[in-house]
């Protein structure tokens, strides 16, 4: 578990800026420690825990890129009339290479095999012409044409992943070229998700008159196990400023990170705030940023602790900047920016300036060549949790912008790369 104590932040500030909340996290929290070994099909999403170095060059051999004929680049005349060989033996990807290839002769080779020693250069063999047992070759090949050289893709002993890499579909196929069965990864720190409100039911539970179902712990959940975390559901806290600091408390003592939604706005019954004070140490409050602007981040025995706000849209928009980047702080992932694009707005829209906005807007093709066009979801409200499955994207309203045009180039992040 990463032990931070309470006043490693200090920051006095009342609004805080996206980009010093996330300098906030990158600078002064540590990793979680703790590492395993597991097997490559286990890998996928896990954060690589130390360097990995080729054990063995890749490819392994000296071999052919493609079908063809395999010869010693000498041998070719420089004449317009072409050079004519005699055809001797046969590779197929799999087989020794055998005996050197004697100078006036080819080699038939197929795609991975082994060059015969003395061969250096493939013609494709939709450039060459046979005529019997020998081989006729255009002038003009380059040496080593179509071949792939020993440690092309990767030399022995050089660096082939990085520690903090998060291992996707690439790195894992890297890993195994180079022969490793398994690799050695960073533990996933435990984040326990609170919902807070006397308003809110579990779903499957029958509503009390003036309750509405828990969306935002499911949600929060899902978009954490999309990290090398291990997410624990630790249900909902009651409206009681008392129940909230002793929850707060019993968790951070079996977890890594806390994450809670609602509760962290300034009414009589947002307690979440006040708990984290009360129980430790708040590093801000509220951030400069739409939706999404009351969130707090503490230290509870010495366990960082966020809130997010309770409307479902904030609680995904601060999740994505506060606790996203928290997440992989603790798994000691490289810092990784979230996925974004250029679109052109069909909309016109205002904003105050001074803090940054986002707006959902669906997508759809340009003209020939043009940037995808967004076109804002009709209907405004941080609670409207649909709007979220209606659309395609959030569109990034930078701080020192008072609007949008049609016409304008917006910066988009999309859903399906976020979620």
Same mark, same amino acid.
């Given at each position: ?159 082939? !992943? =990085? ?6 579909? $690439? +790195?894992?196929?890297? #890993? @195994? /070229?180079?022969?490793?069965?398994? %690799? ?52 909902? !806290? =009651? ?6 600091? $002793? +929850?707060?408390?019993? #968790? @951070? /003592?079996?977890?890594?990170?806390? %994450? ?62 506060? +606790?996203?980047?928290? #997440? ?92």
């Amino acid at each position: 578990m990463a032990q931070l104590s309470d006043d490693c932040f200090a920051f006095g500030g009342a609004l805080l800026s996206v980009e010093a909340a996330s300098a906030l996290i990158a600078e002064r929290v540590p990793p979680i420690a703790g590492a395993e070994t597991v097997p490559l099909a286990q890998a996928r999403g896990r954060v690589l825990a130390a360097d990995l170095f080729a054990p063995h060059p890749l490819p392994p051999f000296f071999n052919s890129a493609v079908d063809g004929y395999a010869f010693r680049h000498a041998d070719l005349a420089a004449g317009a009339a072409g050079t004519r060989l005699r055809l001797a033996g046969r590779l197929a990807a799999g087989q020794a290479a055998g005996a050197a290839l004697a100078p006036g002769t080819a080699c038939r080779i197929l795609t991975g095999a082994p060059m015969p020693p003395g061969a250096d250069t493939v013609m494709m063999q939709e450039d060459a012409r046979l005529e019997g047992d020998a081989l006729l070759l255009p002038p003009g090949l380059r040496p080593g044409a179509n071949c792939r050289p020993a440690g092309e893709d990767v030399a022995r002993g050089a660096l082939a !992943l =990085p520690a903090g890499r998060r291992l996707d579909p $690439a +790195a894992i196929g890297l #890993a @195994a /070229a180079l022969g490793l069965p398994a %690799l050695a990864v960073r533990a996933r720190p435990r984040i326990g998700v609170f919902s807070t409100g006397d308003e809110l039911a579990a779903p499957g539970t029958p509503l009390g008159p003036a309750q509405t179902y828990d969306s935002n712990r499911f949600s929060l959940l899902a978009l954490l196990a999309g990290l090398p975390v291990e997410p624990v559901d630790l249900g909902i !806290l =009651p409206d009681r400023a008392g129940a909230t600091r $002793a +929850a707060l408390r019993e #968790a @951070a /003592a079996g977890h890594d990170m806390l %994450l809670t939604s609602g509760g962290v706005s300034a009414g009589e019954e947002d307690h979440v705030r006040a708990a984290i004070e009360a129980a430790g140490s708040l590093v801000f409050w509220r951030l400069a940023l739409k939706p999404g602007r009351p969130a707090a981040m503490g230290v509870v025995g010495g366990t960082p602790v966020l809130g997010l706000p309770g409307n479902p849209v904030a609680a995904f928009v601060t999740f994505l900047h506060l +606790a996203r980047p928290l #997440a992989l702080r603790l798994c000691g992932a490289a810092p990784a920016s979230l996925p974004r694009f250029h679109a052109e707005a069909d909309f016109p829209y205002r904003k105050k300036a001074g803090r940054r906005e986002y707006v959902r807007v669906t997508l759809r093709p340009g003209t020939a060549g043009g940037l995808p066009v967004a076109t804002k979801y009709a209907r405004e409200g941080a609670g409207l949790l649909s709007s979220l499955t209606q659309s395609d994207a959030f569109a990034e309203l930078p701080e020192e912008a008072t609007g949008v045009a049609p016409g304008e180039r917006l910066v988009v992040l999309p859903f399906a790369a976020l979620f």
